[in-house]
């Protein structure tokens, strides 16, 4: 008689999957050690995420699907897109987050090297952040162009602060430059 099947195994393979991850890191992950490491098997893992490639994608889209629930739980919708955009920096920059923010990179260099085996994934990822952004200019009154332009400029200007950030740690310094940016960005009706 074959066992029945265990409707929360999956995602409670994949909650171990993520602490393993984060405590380890993606350059060298493999399945073999990470299945010995929460108690599985591989063909287990594979069974229920398929590859490498998959496993680790579903374990980021997991964690950016999270983090974006908290994003939008803690950013206002309307208001002055500066102000809001202020909030997120000191929300991605918190000590707490540093861990996470070298995770990220790590997986998007990963993937961003290899897309044939990694997919969508940081198309994915820059189109989440881009319409995250861009729905705060459009709330505050930008047209819709101008709104992907301005949402385009500071999904960038982000990028490359959280980057120097998981490298640095020099909070100071980049909380200054992302506080500059943010002072150069019009408030809807201002002449382009």
């Excluded at 085996?117 to 459009?138: K, P, S």
């Amino acid at each position: 008689m074959a066992r029945p099947v265990d409707p929360d195994l999956r995602p409670r393979l994949l909650e171990n999957i993520i602490t393993y991850v984060q405590d380890h890191g993606v350059t060298a992950f493999s399945l073999r050690p990470l299945a010995a490491a929460i108690g599985t098997s591989h063909r287990t893992i594979l069974y229920h995420f398929g590859s490498r490639e998959q496993v680790l994608c579903t374990v980021f889209d997991t964690m950016r699907e999270a983090a974006a629930a908290e994003i939008t739980a803690r950013l206002p919708a309307q208001g002055d897109p500066r102000l809001i955009f202020r909030a997120l920096w000191r929300h991605l920059a918190a000590p707490q987050r540093r861990a996470t923010l070298r995770l990220f990179y790590e997986m998007y260099a990963i993937a961003t090297r290899d897309p044939e085996r990694f997919g969508d994934y940081t198309r994915r990822t820059a189109q989440f952040w881009l319409d995250t952004i861009q729905a705060r200019f459009r709330n505050a009154g930008e047209a819709p162009e101008r709104a992907r332009l301005l949402a385009g400029m500071t999904v960038a200007m982000f990028r490359g602060a959280t980057l120097e950030l998981a490298a640095t740690d020099d909070v100071e310094r980049l909380t200054g430059v992302v506080d500059a940016f943010l002072d150069l960005l019009p408030l809807a009706g201002d002449a382009p």
